[in-house]
C-alpha cells in the first residue's frame, strides 16, 4: 500500500496529510514526498525549529506545509493536536503515523469492522504407525542419497513431490452442497525430515500422516492493538473451535478421515493409529484431542473485510476501497469476508491483480465461455 500510495502517478492535489515524526529521517522524507504528489502537509513532531526547515524546504517546492509542534508522547498534547487538524482542515485524508502514537483521539472514520471477523482453516494432524516400506525408510542416508541425485539429475523420483502426496475435498456432512473438510495426505509425517544414519542415530519409526483442515469455519476471532506503541506487537484471538458446530465438523472430519485410511489402498500401508489412538473413540474424547492439539493452517483472512452498504462490519466496499476514506484502499488477504474453501495464496494474488486494475482505471474484456 505504500508503495503504491508514494507512486508519483497519484495525484495528491487537494488532500490533506498529517504526518507524525516529520522532523527527521523518514517521517521527513515521507512529508516532502507526498508535498511533491500534490498534498497539503501537516508536519507534526516535537522539535519545532526542524519543522519550520521541512516546512520552508517543502514551500521552496512550491508546495504547501504547515507545522504543527506537539509532544506525541502527551496524550492530552495529542488529542488537541487531533482537534485543530479537525478544525482547520476538517478532515485528514492520509495519516502516516512514525512516532507510533494515537493522533487523532477521535477518528474521523470509525470502522467497527476493523480487525474483526478473523477467520482460519483450523488444522489437526491425524498419524499412523506405517507398515515397512513407507516414506520414511528412504530417509536412511544412502537410500535418500540415491533419491536426491535421482531428483538432481532426472527431476523424478520420491524427492521430487513435497510429500503432500494427495489433496482430498470432502463434505463430511452430505446435506452439505460444497466441501468443508481437505485431508492433506502425506507420504510421511510433519516431523519425518531427518536422514537416518544407521549404527549411528536410533532407527526412526515408521509413521505417516494427514492433515485435516477446515475449509469452512463459522466461529470468528480479532485482531486488536495491545497499545499504541508500533514496535509492540499486536493482539491476536483465533477462536477456533468456539461454536459448536465446528467443533462437530472437527469430529465429522476425524471420523471420516479414519475411515479412509480404514479402507484399500491405504489400510494395507497403515498399521495402528498414534495420532488420536485407537482408543480415542466417544465425542468427547476427539473433541478434547481437538482441544488439545488444534491448530491453524496459516490461512487467516477476513479482518478488513469487504461488505455492502449497511453491513456494520465491513471495512472495503466492492472496489476495495475502506469506507468512508477517499483514497485508501485494501488490497490484500483481509479483505475476504470469509475463508475460501481452499489455500489462500491463489484467491489473494486474483484480488491483487483486480486490485491493481481498479487503481489503474482499467477494466477487462468479458471473458469467453
Ligand atoms: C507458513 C505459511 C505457509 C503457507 N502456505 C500456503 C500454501 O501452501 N498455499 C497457500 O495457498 N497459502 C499458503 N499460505 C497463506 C498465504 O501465504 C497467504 O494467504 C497470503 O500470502 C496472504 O497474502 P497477503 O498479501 O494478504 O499477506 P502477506 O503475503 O503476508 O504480505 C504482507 C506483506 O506486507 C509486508 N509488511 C508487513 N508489515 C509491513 C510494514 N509495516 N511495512 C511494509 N511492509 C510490511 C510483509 O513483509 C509482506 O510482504 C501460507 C502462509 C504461511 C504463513
Given at each position: ?5 508514494l507512486?508519483?502517478a497519484?495525484?495528491l ?6 504526518v ?5 529521517g523518514?517521517?521527513?522524507a ?13 508536519l507534526?513532531a516535537r522539535?519545532q525549529a526542524?519543522?519550520?526547515?521541512v ?13 504543527l ?7 492530552k498534547?495529542v ?6 487538524v479537525?478544525?482547520?482542515f476538517?478532515r ?12 487523532l ?15 482460519e482453516h ?19 542416508v ?8 535421482q531428483?538432481?539429475?532426472f527431476g ?7 510429500g ?14 460444497r ?19 544407521p ?18 469455519q463459522?466461529?470468528?476471532g480479532?485482531?486488536?492493538?495491545r497499545?499504541a506503541?508500533?514496535?509492540d506487537?499486536?493482539?491476536i ?5 468456539q ?9 465429522r ?19 495402528d ?8 473413540i ?29 453491513d ?13 476514506v ?5 488490497i490484500d ?26 487503481i489503474?482505471?482499467?477494466?477487462l474484456?468479458?471473458?469467453e465461455?
Open positions: 500500500m505504500t508503495e503504491t500510495c507512486d508519483p497519484v495525484p492535489r487537494g488532500q490533506i496529510a498529517v507524525t515524526g516529520a522532523a527527521r523518514i517521517g521527513e515521507i512529508a516532502v514526498r507526498l508535498a511533491r504528489m500534490g498534498a497539503a502537509v501537516v507534526t522539535d526542524r519543522l519550520e526547515q516546512k520552508a524546504a517543502i514551500e521552496q517546492l512550491g508546495e504547501k506545509a504547515i507545522a509542534p506537539c509532544d506525541l508522547t502527551n496524550d498534547a488529542a488537541a493536536l487531533g482537534d485543530r479537525g478544525r482547520e476538517g485528514c485524508d492520509i495519516l502516516v503515523n512514525n512516532a507510533g502514537v494515537a493522533v483521539r477521535k477518528p474521523l472514520v470509525d470502522l467497527p469492522g476493523v480487525g474483526k471477523n478473523l477467520v483450523p488444522f489437526m494432524f491425524v498419524g499412523w504407525n506405517a507398515r515397512p516400506g513407507a516414506f520414511r525408510s528412504e530417509l536412511r544412502d537410500r535418500a542419497t540415491l533419491w536426491v541425485m531428483w538432481g539429475l523424478k523420483g520420491l524427492f521430487a513431490t513435497n503432500a502426496a494427495g489433496n482430498l475435498f470432502i463434505r463430511t456432512d452430505p446435506r452439505l452442497d466441501p468443508d473438510m481437505q485431508f492433506t495426505c502425506m507420504s510421511g509425517e510433519v516431523s519425518a525430515r531427518e536422514l537416518w544414519f549404527l549411528i542415530g536410533k532407527k526412526p519409526p515408521h509413521t505417516l500422516g494427514a492433515g485435516l483442515s477446515m475449509i469452512k463459522d466461529s470468528r480479532a485482531v486488536w492493538l497499545s506503541q508500533v514496535q506487537p499486536p493482539r484471538l483465533f477462536n477456533l473451535f461454536e459448536k458446530s465446528d467443533m462437530d465438523r472437527a469430529i472430519g476425524l471420523k471420516a478421515i479414519r475411515e479412509v485410511y480404514g479402507r484399500e489402498p491405504l489400510r494395507s500401508l497403515v498399521a493409529e498414534t495420532l488420536p489412538g485407537a482408543k480415542i466417544s465425542d468427547a474424547d476427539l473433541e478434547k484431542f481437538v482441544r488439545d492439539t488444534g491448530a491453524i493452517t496459516q490461512h487467516a483472512v477476513g479482518t478488513c473485510k469487504m461488505g455492502i452498504d449497511g456494520p462490519l465491513a471495512v472495503v466496499d466492492g472496489s476495495l476501497k475502506v469506507r468512508g477517499e483514497a485508501l484502499r485494501v488477504a483481509s479483505v475476504m469476508p470469509d475463508v475460501p474453501g481452499g489455500n489462500t495464496n491463489a484467491p489473494t494474488i486474483m484480488i491483487a491483480e483486480k486490485g491493481a486494475d481498479l489503474r482505471g482499467r477494466t474484456p468479458r471473458a465461455l
